[in-house]
């Protein structure tokens, strides 16, 4: 019988990794062949239990963790308890109708079929605005400070 585990569990365990053994800082694997390295991860080794042992977990960069990890049964486990899957309203609180998100298919890790995933419209709307007004404002700031240097000579 498999090891069923829920989501608070799996992140009081990763918590408890990091708090005792700090973040993972190298790849365990000896046939890595990464060369642009983002960060590293602490992976459950296969056929050990999730529990609060060192021992059952190694550190591997995220690529070799994806190949080592990701397999189509693990990703069907982790899509069952997400509980965002099917939402009817985004994280602000807008509801999420046909007529206020809007959808991109994004590549999948290892030649695996696209995803679709879905936006607030709303949210959308009110993050291009911000990003508008605080470049507006960026750019305003650095024109009067270029007066002033220019005004001073």
Not at 54 to 71: A, P
Not at 97 to 124: A, D, F, L, V, W
Request: glycine share 4%; aromatic share 10%; net charge positive.
């Amino acid at each position: 019988m498999k090891n069923k585990i829920n989501i608070k569990q799996y992140g009081k365990i990763h918590h408890w990794i990091r708090y005792h053994y700090g973040s993972a800082n190298k790849c365990e694997n000896k046939k890595c062949q990464a060369t642009d390295i983002k960060g590293y991860e602490w992976a459950l080794i296969k056929g050990k239990k999730y529990e609060k042992n060192i021992k059952n977990f190694k550190q591997l960069c995220r690529s070799c963790h994806k190949l080592y990890d990701c397999t189509d049964d693990f990703r069907e486990t982790m899509r069952k308890l997400n509980t965002n899957t099917n939402k009817k309203v985004c994280k602000f609180g807008h509801k999420l109708t046909n007529e206020n998100t809007y959808s991109y298919k994004r590549k999948g890790i290892n030649n695996n079929p696209t995803r679709t995933q879905r936006h607030c419209i709303t949210c959308n709307t009110i993050r291009n605005r911000v990003y508008r007004k605080n470049k507006r404002e960026a750019l305003d700031t650095i024109s009067s400070k270029l007066k002033e240097l220019t005004d001073g000579k």
